[in-house]
């Protein structure tokens, strides 16, 4: 209904994984990885990032202050962190995701379903919705996933039976090639957001670059980069950083129609009596005056 009510126009959903599931079997749940990648592919205004779940230890990080506290009695460990502030706080509780546990191995199942059955690497971005899916220290390991179906089958075999009744990724036999992980982690995003000066291998470009020693253990090969150049810079070498440098976080300003101003504004004062001009967050109050940067962008 959420897409439909886009009308085509430009639409980005996040961790799309965490609503990829259906009602099917005695357990109530089961993917639905199969038909929203369906639904992806016939709506070509809508990107998606996936939210990748991986069997790993990890923490869940909100600021739904109830959801975390009720929460910890499943940590594992039995630890916990909750901040309720004056306005709202955060929590965050350690978890595991197992492979023995029929939810999670349904999780991860529908996760990949989604970025196998999209058709087109450029509508679907890269993300294990880091920390709450898992770190992003396992990045490499998606990757890997991704790119070999033997992988996959051995991983599947050790899933809970019932689970494989539950989800098609047994039947997948796609395998993104390094180009194709290539277009969702690089080209893809840079696309989305209309940079027009990243993303590309061409001159004039910025030159943020990994360059990897093919072999055939691929997770060892994208843990450990043969050379990574930040700015054109290089910082890392056979997997080691050889020089540090302070990033940016980087914002566009995209053009907008200046009529949504007004309900803006009436929105904040209506929700919550104050004008809108309060969120504003003053260059002064930042660490650093070189924080953030503008990227030009066609959007």
Same mark, same amino acid.
């Given at each position: 209904?959420?897409?439909?009510?886009?009308?085509?126009?430009?639409?980005?959903?996040?961790?799309?994984?965490?609503?990829?599931?259906?009602?099917?079997?005695?357990?109530?749940?089961?993917?639905?990885?199969?038909?929203?990648?369906?639904?992806?592919?016939?709506?070509?205004?809508?990107?998606?990032?996936?939210?990748?779940?991986?069997?790993?230890?990890?923490?869940?990080?909100?600021?739904?202050?109830?959801?975390?506290?009720?929460?910890?009695?499943?940590?594992?460990?039995?630890?916990?962190?909750?901040?309720?502030?004056?306005?709202? !706080?955060?929590?965050?509780?350690?978890? $595991? /995701? %197992?492979?023995?546990?029929?939810?999670?191995?349904?999780?991860?199942? #529908?996760? &990949?379903?989604?970025?196998?059955?999209?058709?087109?690497?450029?509508?679907?971005?890269?993300?294990?919705?880091?920390?709450?899916?898992?770190?992003?220290?396992?990045?490499?390991?998606?990757?890997?996933?991704?790119?070999?179906?033997?992988?996959?089958?051995?991983?599947?075999?050790?899933?809970?039976?019932?689970?494989?009744?539950?989800?098609?990724?047994?039947?997948?036999?796609?395998?993104?090639?390094?180009?194709?992980?290539?277009?969702?982690?690089?080209?893809?995003?840079?696309?989305?957001?209309?940079?027009?000066?990243?993303?590309?291998?061409?001159? !004039?470009?910025?030159?943020?670059?990994? $360059? /990897? %020693?093919?072999?055939?253990?691929?997770?060892?090969?994208?843990?450990? #980069?043969? &050379?990574?150049?930040?700015?054109?810079?290089?910082?890392?070498?056979?997997?080691?950083?050889?020089?540090?440098?302070?990033?940016?976080?980087?914002?566009?300003?995209?053009?907008?129609?200046?009529?949504?101003?007004?309900?803006?504004?009436?929105?904040?004062?209506?929700?919550?009596?104050?004008?809108?001009?309060?969120?504003?967050?003053?260059?002064?109050?930042?660490?650093?005056?070189?924080?953030?940067?503008?990227?030009?962008?066609?959007?």
């Amino acid at each position: 209904a959420t897409i439909d009510a886009a009308q085509g126009l430009p639409l980005h959903l996040a961790h799309v994984q965490f609503y990829a599931y259906g009602k099917e079997g005695k357990n109530g749940f089961s993917s639905a990885g199969a038909l929203f990648a369906e639904k992806i592919n016939a709506n070509k205004n809508v990107s998606v990032d996936v939210g990748q779940v991986m069997f790993s230890d990890t923490v869940t990080i909100s600021s739904d202050v109830l959801k975390q506290f009720n929460s910890l009695p499943g940590a594992i460990p039995k630890k916990g962190a909750i901040f309720d502030g004056d306005a709202n !706080g955060g929590g965050i509780v350690p978890y $595991v /995701y %197992k492979v023995s546990n029929y939810y999670n191995a349904i999780q991860w199942a #529908a996760g &990949l379903e989604l970025f196998l059955l999209i058709e087109n690497p450029e509508q679907v971005f890269f993300t294990t919705d880091h920390p709450n899916g898992g770190p992003f220290t396992t990045y490499p390991e998606l990757f890997a996933l991704l790119m070999s179906a033997d992988l996959r089958a051995q991983h599947l075999a050790r899933l809970p039976a019932e689970v494989l009744e539950h989800t098609t990724l047994p039947s997948i036999s796609r395998e993104y090639t390094l180009y194709e992980i290539a277009q969702m982690s690089r080209s893809g995003a840079a696309k989305l957001f209309g940079f027009v000066d990243r993303g590309r291998l061409s001159p !004039g470009a910025v030159a943020d670059i990994a $360059v /990897y %020693k093919p072999g055939r253990d691929v997770a060892g090969m994208f843990r450990r #980069a043969a &050379l990574v150049f930040k700015d054109g810079a290089l910082v890392v070498r056979d997997g080691q950083v050889s020089h540090y440098t302070r990033g940016k976080t980087l914002h566009i300003r995209p053009r907008y129609d200046g009529q949504i101003t007004k309900r803006l504004d009436s929105y904040y004062d209506e929700l919550y009596g104050l004008p809108r001009s309060i969120f504003d967050v003053p260059d002064a109050a930042l660490p650093h005056k070189d924080t953030f940067a503008e990227v030009p962008c066609r959007i």
